[in-house]
């Protein structure tokens, strides 16, 4: 079955550090990632999508078909950056989504 | 103009009662989704509609979850006979195939907690 896997529950920086969230899928065709981020008392948005290549808010994201790695990537990490983000997969045929666990990033001032 | 809105937002339900939850989609948008999330997990796929169709159900749990959409806008997520492992935040999700096709835009969910 497809699976994302986000082995991180918690990922703790002070601001100004540079972050990586990981995350691996298994899937056998091309997949299609996704970064979602929902800060608190807000709801699920979506931050990026792989297909798109682009820049959101500072982060980035590579698809890594080798690895099976989707890892979000922040190069100086605000206190604003602080929220729950979970790596998806589309699942084709109706475009549900897979969602891994979730991690929670905390930036420290 | 307004996003996806649910309700109620919280409900809290005695083991084996029924609840009615309800999702109003972003107008226009044909597709509608259903997922469920845990305590410190990610949301799960529950089921699809495309307009009044119901084209995925696989991820409902049990029959006693069933869900509908009868004119293609508004959809209910009905649970019978709630159990205690029916507690969790219930998401809706409308996305509109043709314009950001990947691109589900979520409600604030619903806390269902079951006593």
């Known amino acids: 079955a497809q699976r994302v896997t986000q082995p991180e529950k918690l990922l703790s920086v002070f601001k100004g550090a540079p972050v990586e969230l990981k995350c691996n899928y298994s899937?056998?065709?091309?997949?299609?990632l996704f970064w979602y981020v929902q800060y608190s008392r807000q709801r699920l948005q979506l931050l990026l999508r792989?297909?798109s290549r682009e820049s959101i808010k500072g982060f980035t994201a590579d698809l890594n078909k080798g690895e099976t790695s989707f890892h979000l990537k922040k190069p100086f990490a605000q206190e604003e950056d602080s929220a729950m983000y979970y790596c998806?997969?589309?699942?084709?045929?109706?475009?549900?989504?897979?969602f891994g666990a979730g991690t929670r990033l905390a930036v420290h001032p | 103009g307004a996003g996806v809105s649910q309700s109620p937002r919280y409900k809290v339900a005695k083991r084996g009662q029924d609840v009615a939850l309800r999702c109003d989609p972003i107008?226009?948008?044909?597709?509608l989704f259903w997922y469920q999330q845990a305590l410190g997990q990610g949301p799960e796929f529950l089921t699809y509609?495309?307009?009044?169709?119901?084209?995925?159900k696989s991820g409902l749990p049990s029959d006693r979850f069933f869900a509908e959409r009868p004119e293609g806008s508004v959809s209910t997520l009905k649970i019978q006979r709630t159990q205690q492992e029916d507690s969790a935040v219930y998401l809706c999700?409308?996305?509109?195939?043709?314009?950001?096709?990947?691109?589900?835009?979520f409600g604030p969910g619903t806390r269902l907690t079951v006593t």
């Open positions: 999700a409308s996305s509109k195939p043709g314009t950001s096709r990947y691109e589900q835009y």
């Open positions: 899937y056998s065709g091309s997949p299609e």
């Open positions: 792989h297909i």
């Open positions: 998806a997969s589309f699942s084709g045929g109706y475009n549900k989504l897979i």
């Open positions: 107008s226009g948008h044909v597709s």
């Open positions: 509609f495309q307009n009044e169709a119901q084209l995925d």
